[in-house]
């Protein structure tokens, strides 16, 4: 007898360097213009938001997280990784005055 189900090959997806799955064509269309997504993650900041730093922090981190999916803005996460190290640094120092 001959297993036919041999010749039916179940191909792997491939993975990055870190061992996750790869999908070439999500990485070109990964920041497409999201407006949905745009106010989803700009609610979401809206929600943490409040009287601590911490969480003005947060907000302030999701609203650049956000900008990613804005049509009206020219960003890239390289830039939203220096900006949300700057906030980060900001609030460390204890704000933009010392």
Known sequence: MTDE??????????????????DDDA??????????????????????????????????????TSDLYDADEDTSPEEIVRNVKFILEVNERGGLGR
């Open 5 to 22: 189900s041999a010749d039916d090959t179940v191909t792997e997806p491939d993975a990055g360097e870190d061992g996750a799955e790869r």
């Open 27 to 64: 990485e070109t269309d990964e920041f497409s213009p999201d407006p949905e997504r745009v106010e989803r993650i700009r609610a979401v900041a809206d929600d943490v938001r409040g009287e601590s730093s911490e969480s003005k922090q947060l907000a302030n981190i999701l609203y650049r």
